[in-house]
């Protein structure tokens, strides 16, 4: 079983930043591909960015060269930041840990974009 713990989330000005994170318990963390997802009202959830267990990352297009994630195995969590940050970007952001058939979401972390 894994715990995902998302933090970071707030109200933050059109071209400002956050910074997300996202703390998983259990072992193994480093074999997981990690992932940053996002919906917002009356949206489907979509992919923001993932990170493979090799470092190897992919993002959606509207987030590219705006967001980067990152992962720190030692400390079993995983990073999105987002500059630039637009009204569009506002959504609740969930952190996802997959590997082979088993797929893990935590509870989500809203993210506001308004002046």
């Known amino acids: 079983q894994v715990q995902l713990v998302e933090s970071g989330g707030g109200l933050v000005q059109p071209g400002g930043s956050l910074r997300l994170s996202c703390a998983a318990s259990?072992?193994?963390?480093?074999?997981?591909?990690m992932g940053w997802y996002r919906q917002a009202p009356g949206k489907q959830r979509e992919l923001v960015a993932d990170i493979t267990s090799d470092g190897s990352t992919n993002y959606a297009d509207s987030v590219k060269g705006r967001f980067t994630i990152s992962r720190d195995n030692a400390k079993n969590t995983v990073y999105l930041q987002m500059d630039s940050l637009k009204p569009e970007d506002a959504a609740v952001y969930y952190c996802?840990?997959?590997?082979?058939?088993?797929?893990?979401w935590g509870q989500g972390t809203q993210v506001t974009v308004s002046s």
């Open positions: 996802n840990a997959r590997i082979l058939h088993l797929d893990y």
């Open positions: 259990g072992s193994i963390f480093s074999r997981w591909t």
